[in-house]
């Protein structure tokens, strides 16, 4: 039996409207991530685990300050090598509060700030 070309038609038709809905929706919501700004919070050598989750715990705390999810730290030991903050929506006043706080621990080596885009 022959396949009409109305159906043929819309069926395509759908597909495209279908993909292109799709393909928007896609790029709205990485155009969102790249927009994101970030605190790298670096550490001494030997900072222990125990001083970057103190770092992690207390200025993640702050407000406009977003912590990263921890992963298991007996499965992955160096996930804390570097510590990320989410700043994006935070205002220059509160991202002065946040390297204030970071200031008070003598384990951490320093803070860059960077879009979630910027490579390294």
Not at 20 to 48: E, H, R, Y
């Amino acid at each position: 039996m022959p396949v009409l070309p109305r159906v043929v038609l819309a069926a395509s038709a759908l597909a495209v409207s279908v993909l292109a809905v799709g393909g928007i929706a896609g790029c709205s919501s990485f155009n969102a991530a790249l927009g994101q700004q970030q605190a790298i919070v670096t550490f001494k050598t030997n900072a222990t685990i125990a001083q970057r989750l103190a770092v992690r715990s207390t200025c993640g705390k702050l407000p406009a300050v977003t912590k990263q999810s921890l992963p298991d730290l007996k499965k992955y030991p160096y996930a804390l090598e570097e510590l990320t903050l989410g700043v994006s929506k935070a205002s220059d006043s509160q991202v002065a509060d946040l390297e204030k706080c970071l200031n008070n621990f003598p384990a951490v080596l320093g803070v860059s700030f960077q879009d979630s885009s910027d490579d390294g």
